[in-house]
Each structure stands twice: as structure tokens, then as C-alpha cells.
């Protein structure tokens, strides 16, 4: 590499910050926004549209859901359906209802969501719901009807 080369990369206006930024991924982001009217659906639409590196805006009133595909960050698409349209807007918090080990502990269940979904919970403690020891499980078959043969008392 000679000077003349070394002095045009130290000069180079060309490249920018080009190299320093990384390229957002083709993502779908889902959220939750309260849709009463085709003038709402409308409004929410147009807003996301608008948005840089939106593809494809999917919106379904009567789940109160609308779906982003595209090269965006899911938390500006809530701020922009939220500074846009003035409505309240949220990440998706629902996950189907089959993803669920406990569908209708405390916490997960919820009468607001759309049917075949319920609340999404990310707490370890939800997943040890219901979960007998093997110690309660003896106990509680040594006295069941069925054995019989368990309990001498009987």
C-alpha cells in the first residue's frame, strides 16, 4: 500500500458512517392498539405506513391487533402509533393458548384477550405452578380409592 493510498483512506468521504451502523433485521412486530372504527383502523394504518422500512401493515380490528413487517425497531413502532394516533399502544402481550403449560393460573389468564390466546408470562414462577413433589404424590395415592391394597387401616 503505497502513500497516495494511505492519505485517499484517511481522506475517504465516501464511506461515512456507513460501516459503523448495522443493518436492522426483517422483523414482524405485533401490537396492541384499541381499534373502535374503520376511521380508527384508517389512522393507524397511514401512521405506520409512513414509517421507514415498513413493508407490509396488517390490521385486525376486532383483535385489536396491528402487524408490522419490515426493517424497524419494535419499540419506535409503538411510539409512533402512540405519538400519531394519540391511542394507547403495547407490545402484543398475548401468546397462543396451547404455548401455555398453566393457561388459567393467576397472572396468566385474561378474560380481555382474543380467543385462543392468553397473557404472555415470563416468570419462572408460573412455570413451577401445579408441580406435585414426590413426596405428595405417595401420600395422596396411599389414600386414594383405587389402591386399595395401600392402607392397612381400611
Not at 483512506?9 to 448495522?22: N, W
Not at 373502535?36 to 401493515?57: H, S, T
Request: proline fraction near 4%; glycine fraction near 6%.
Amino acid at each position: 500500500m503505497g502513500a497516495l493510498d494511505h492519505f485517499s483512506d484517511l481522506f475517504d468521504c465516501s464511506r461515512g458512517s456507513s460501516k459503523l451502523k448495522r443493518r436492522k433485521q426483517l422483523q414482524t412486530v405485533e401490537v396492541k392498539v384499541r381499534i373502535d372504527c374503520e376511521g380508527c383502523e384508517r389512522k393507524v394504518k397511514r401512521a405506520l405506513e409512513g414509517m421507514k422500512g415498513v413493508k407490509q401493515v396488517d390490521v385486525e380490528r376486532k383483535a385489536n391487533k396491528v402487524t408490522v413487517v419490515g426493517y424497524v425497531d419494535p419499540s419506535k413502532v409503538v411510539s409512533r402509533v402512540a405519538h400519531r394516533t394519540g391511542k394507547k399502544a403495547e407490545l402484543w402481550p398475548y401468546v397462543p393458548y396451547d404455548m401455555v403449560a398453566h393457561p388459567y393460573a393467576q397472572g396468566v389468564y385474561d378474560r380481555k384477550a382474543p380467543t385462543g390466546y392468553v397473557r404472555r408470562v415470563d416468570d419462572p414462577q408460573m412455570s413451577q405452578l401445579a408441580r406435585a413433589s414426590s413426596t405428595e404424590v405417595r401420600y395422596t395415592t396411599a389414600f386414594s380409592d383405587e389402591n386399595t391394597q395401600a392402607c392397612a387401616i381400611m
